[in-house]
C-alpha cells in the first residue's frame, strides 16, 4: 500500500460528489458493505475496542446489532510473548463474531510481529495495533500513544506486524500525545507505507484522555492523505452523528464504543431502527449477556465484571435508580437474574427466543482473565 497526498479515496469522492455541497446531511447508507485489506467488512458500523468491556459476549451482541466489525480490547504482546495464560485468554475466538480485528500493543517490532502470528493462529481476521492507549501504564513502555512520537519506530512496527502475516493490518491511533497536535497527519501515510491496510483514527490527543470532544476535520484531513480506509472514532452516538461523520470525513465507517455500553440499541438506531426496547427486551439481553460472560470469564471474574453493565442496562431511564442500586448489592449473579427476571416476567419468553436463535456456543471458560479498569485508546 502506498501513501498519496491527493485525497480522492472513493469514500472521500462519494462524500465531495454532492452537487449542492451540503454534504453533512448527505444520506449514507450504512449497510455498504466495504473491504479492509480483502476481508469483507458487511457494514459500515464497527464497535470499539474497549479494555474491561470487549469481551466476547459484547462483541456478539455487538455483530446481532449491525456492527460490521467487532475488535477485542488491547493484548499485551509481552504477555503473549511470555504465553502468559491470562493474555492468551483474549485470543479466543468465537465462531459467530468473524470479522475480528484482534487488537495487539507493545513496543518491540520482533515481539509484535510474533504475538501477530500468534493472533493469526487464534483465527482473527484483521490484527490491530494499539496507537492510542493514553494511559502511563503502557505508554512508559514505549507503547500506545506514545509511539506517535517516534514516526520512523512506529513505521518499524507496523511493518514487523505486516510483513509476519498474512491477515490485513489495521492501526488505532490518537491525533497525537500534546493538546492539539496534527502528528496523526505525518504518522499516518507513513504507517500506510510500512504496510497498514486500513487506520482508524480518534482525533484527541492522549493528552486529553477522553475529555473536550473529538474533532473529526483531522479524519477528513487524513482521509485524504492516505488510499486505504480511514474509520472515525469519538463521539459518535446517534445515527445523525455518525452519517455527518460519515459525510463529512469520507471515512470508510464509523466506529462506536462508550455509546455501545450496556446499550445494543444505540448501533440499532444507528443502523436506522430508532424502536426504543421495551424492559423486557433489555433484561432479556442483559440476562444472556450475564450468562454468555460467566461461561466466558467463570462465575468468579464476572460477578465483578458485570457490575458496571447493570447501571449501564438499566440506566436509559429503563429502571429507577433504586433498582439498580439493589442489583449491585446482591451477592451472586443467580440472584441479580431471578430478581430482574421479577421485575419484567415478559423477558423470560424472549431470553428463550435469543438463546434458541443463537445456538450453542463455544464453550470457553477464563477464570483467570484480568479484567482492566482503564481506557485503552
Ligand atoms: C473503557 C474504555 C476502554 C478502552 N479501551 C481501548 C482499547 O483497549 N483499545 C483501543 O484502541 N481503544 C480503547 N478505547 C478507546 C475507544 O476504542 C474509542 O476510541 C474511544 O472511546 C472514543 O470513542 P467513543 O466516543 O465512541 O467512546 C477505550 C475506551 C474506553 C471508554
Known sequence: MT???GG?????????ARPDGT???????????WSLGGVEIPSRLVLAPMAGVSVQAFRRQGRRYGAGLVCSEMVSVAGIQHGNERTLGYLRVASDEHPLAIQIFGSDPRAMGEAARAVEAAGADVVDINFGCPVRKVTKTGAGASVLDDPDHAARL????????DLPVSVKMRRGT?????DCLTVGPRLVEAGAAALTLHPRSAKQMYTGFADHSLTAELVSLVDVPVIASGDVTSRARAQAVLATTGAAAVMVGRAAQGNPWALRE?????????????????VLFMRETVRELGEHRATGFLKKFYAWYLGHGRFPK?????LVMLPTIEQVELRLLAAAPGALRLLERLEDDLGPVDEVLLDSLPISIYGGG
Open 8 to 16: 480522492h479515496s472513493s469514500f472521500a469522492r462519494q462524500a465531495a
Open 322 to 326: 433504586p433498582f439498580k442500586q439493589e
Open 178 to 182: 500534546a493538546d492539539g497536535s496534527r
Open 3 to 5: 501513501a498519496r497526498t
Open 158 to 165: 507496523v511493518s514487523a506486524v505486516a510483513g509476519a502475516v
Open 23 to 33: 454534504i453533512g446531511q448527505m444520506q449514507v447508507n450504512l449497510e455498504e458493505s
Open 270 to 286: 444507528i443502523m436506522g431502527d430508532s424502536c426504543q426496547p421495551s424492559r423486557e427486551e433489555v433484561v432479556a439481553e442483559l
